[in-house]
């Protein structure tokens, strides 16, 4: 998984407050993918994006979540007025494209809402 | 509804011993793939396959795509304790996402 970004590796937020999660694609990447994991679970999809399109975001919540991958810089998983049940390992992974491309995962950024 | 079910969850054998997970489903996928995760680290990728029938070895380890092309199956030989690890089976239908399975997490004993 070397090459995808993720920062911050560790973030905590008081219950309100927003967290921003960041994430580069490896070089020459232009899909990007964000996962939820919650302790001893497997990896739940959230969205997948190209740049500055959002193709599928059937994983995301419908309230206070929202992602974005501008044509220049990384993409952004925002939560807004985080609740402690937001507490978890988010993850990005990127490819060089769609169809049978493999897919490589960053190392995660760890949300605690206190 | 889990799309990819692993089996088993939870694993726990001796140093020396061999060892197959397995990851089905009902649905057909292009492509498969197995990552292998430590604790507070991002999924690693092992093996991506492709192709009904297709087997694919990583020194000990033995990667195997059903004809179908709707499960797969990991096998160890000889499992050392720097196996120990989760290990997660995902699948994926053309340009769309990558599904999970739920993850085994083995334990290899000295």
């Known amino acids: 998984n070397a090459g995808v970004m993720q920062n911050p590796r560790h973030l905590v937020r008081r219950r309100g407050q927003e967290a921003r999660l960041r994430c580069s694609p490896m070089?020459?990447?232009?899909?990007v993918y964000w996962y939820r994991q919650l302790p001893e679970e497997g990896l739940k999809f959230m969205v997948y994006?190209?740049?500055?399109?959002?193709?599928?975001e059937s994983g995301m919540p419908k309230e206070r979540f929202s992602a974005e991958f501008p044509k220049e810089g990384p993409s952004i998983l925002r939560i807004q007025q985080v609740v402690r049940g937001d507490s978890a390992a988010y993850f990005c992974?990127?490819?060089?494209?769609?169809?049978?491309?493999?897919?490589?995962f960053g190392e995660g950024s760890w949300l605690t809402v206190v | 509804t889990q799309l990819l079910e692993q089996s088993p969850q939870f694993l726990s054998i001796q140093e020396g011993e061999n060892l197959t997970v397995y990851c089905n489903s009902s649905?057909?996928?292009?492509?498969l793939q197995w990552y292998r995760q430590e604790p507070g680290e991002g999924p690693v990728l092992l093996v991506t396959?492709?192709?009904?029938?297709e087997v694919k070895k990583l020194k000990r380890l033995t990667f195997q795509f059903g004809d179908a092309r709707k499960d797969s199956s990991l096998h160890i030989t000889a499992a050392q304790p720097g196996d120990t690890g989760l290990y997660l089976c995902a699948g994926r239908k053309g340009a769309q996402k990558l599904v999970f399975g739920q993850g085994t997490r083995l334990t290899i004993n000295p």
């Open positions: 992974a990127s490819s060089a494209g769609a169809g049978g491309n493999t897919i490589y």
């Open positions: 994006l190209q740049k500055e399109n959002i193709i599928d």
């Open positions: 649905s057909v996928f292009s492509s």
């Open positions: 396959v492709v192709t009904g029938g």
């Open positions: 070089k020459g990447h232009s899909h």
